[in-house]
């Protein structure tokens, strides 16, 4: 768990993830749990590939 979400998380890019959105942000991926958000310490073979089909930089800027 983190204590609080990156900045403006939900303005990076996203899938999803075992039913629940995961938001690509410096690197890695974050998703909101209930009222929690968790911190994916490695990426799950399921949003490597959808990083890869969508070509999602590493580090992107959030939409404006």
Do not use: C, N
């Not at 909101?32 to 580090?59: I, M, N, S």
């Amino acid at each position: 768990d983190v204590e609080t979400p990156p900045p403006k998380i939900e303005s990076y890019p996203h899938g999803v993830y075992r039913g629940f959105d995961a938001y690509f942000y410096e690197g890695h991926w974050y998703m909101k749990r209930g009222r929690r958000w968790v911190y994916l310490e490695e990426e799950p073979g399921e949003l490597h590939r959808y990083r890869q089909t969508h070509t999602l930089p590493a580090e992107e800027s959030p939409s404006k």
